[in-house]
């Protein structure tokens, strides 16, 4: 079935704006799936469309919030004619993306209609979330206490985790690996009563990172791994649809982390001769995010009961040539493994 949209506001955005104002505009648009934006000029005219991917892509490339939306779109988007209704329905059914969409112009380049496909297969994942560590760098916090189930504003971190996966449209299976303290990762989650099934992976020997995905039953899906220290609001069905649409084998979540160096640092060149001087510059890095999406492949990687690390995971899946991306965060994103960062994450959701 295809859904001819008339009333388009919603969908358009000048190619002015920033990309910054793309952002929050794609967050209004409700359905997950038709998640775009049709860039046009001051006249209405069709000069490229942008989704969710293409932000992340352009924030990867290194464009900031600030800089115009036109420098991170599709500029050469496919498009329909208006009145070839006919045409125009071939078209989209055509397009190899899930929920396609097709903007629709006069013979001015004008932006008249969208159609939208509403039949796109919904692309499943498992879940399991890495529940086992030990939490030393957390000290005294995490003797009695597992760090899953260390409180931030009020509720173990593993329940706004959980919150987050039961949201997800993408989930089917969910798993938890446990190890220190399970029998108190356990008890809280049978008290919880959930109405999904929820099956326990117990580490009798701490695997490493990646180790107990080998243990997870093979049910023919990718796995979202995510760790169980973490506080984030993006939409896990969001970094879901970018691993299939990208046609990945391997999906890194990362996060921006900026590294103001407390010193002014010298440059000079290869003779010895000064350059510049930077009094106290900023180092901007992506950091892995302890989120991951991984496809079947890993079932040939990572051998039952073995310590497995998910840096060496990685390593294994470029040296077989496999596609291995990265996912770049916006979204708030704060991992609990020190003190500092827990008592940052308890006063103020959204600090980095």
């Known amino acids: 079935m295809i859904k001819k949209i008339k009333n388009i506001s919603k969908y358009i955005i000048n190619s002015e704006s920033a990309l910054r104002i793309g952002m929050k505009r794609l967050d209004k648009v409700s359905d997950k799936k038709k998640q775009f934006l049709i860039i046009v000029d001051n006249s209405n005219k069709l000069l490229g469309t942008l989704t969710d991917g293409d932000i992340r892509r352009a924030i990867l490339a290194g464009m900031l919030l600030e800089d115009k939306i036109i420098n991170a779109g599709n500029l050469s988007p496919i498009f329909g004619n208006i009145n070839e209704d006919e045409k125009n329905s071939k078209l989209l059914k055509e397009l190899s993306v899930e929920a396609a969409f097709l903007p629709v112009i006069d013979r001015n380049h004008i932006v008249k209609e969208i159609l939208i496909s509403k039949f796109y297969s919904l692309r499943k994942v498992d879940v399991i979330i890495m529940a086992g560590g030990f939490g030393k760098r957390l000290g005294s916090k995490t003797k009695n206490t597992p760090k899953p189930l260390l409180e931030v504003k009020g509720k173990p971190i593993l329940d706004s985790i959980l919150e987050k996966v039961h949201s997800s449209v993408s989930i089917e299976n969910i798993y938890i690996s446990v190890h220190y303290l399970s029998n108190k990762i356990i008890k809280h989650i049978e008290k919880k009563k959930y109405n999904t099934s929820i099956e326990f ?28 220290d973490l506080i984030t609001n993006l939409d896990l069905d969001i970094f879901i649809n970018f691993h299939f649409e990208s046609n990945n084998n391997m999906t890194i979540a990362a996060s921006k982390y900026v590294f103001e160096v407390p010193f002014g640092v010298i440059e000079y060149d290869s003779s010895g001769s000064f350059v510049r001087l930077n009094e106290k510059p900023k180092i901007n890095n992506f950091i892995s995010a302890g989120m ?56 103020n959701r959204k600090g980095k």
Request: charge should be negative; proline fraction near 7%; charged fraction near 25%.
């Open 292 to 347: 991951y999406i991984l496809d079947e492949t890993y079932r040939n990687i990572i051998k039952k009961n073995e310590f497995m690390d998910m840096p060496d995971v990685v390593d294994k899946f470029k040296s077989l040539g496999k596609k291995v991306a990265v996912f770049p965060l916006h979204e708030e994103w704060r991992d609990i493994g020190r003190p500092v960062d827990l008592e940052i994450a308890q006063n």
């Open 201 to 228: 992976i117990n580490e009798s020997l701490p695997l490493g990172t990646a180790g107990s995905l080998a243990l997870v039953p093979n049910n023919g899906r990718p796995l979202l791994v995510l760790n169980a």
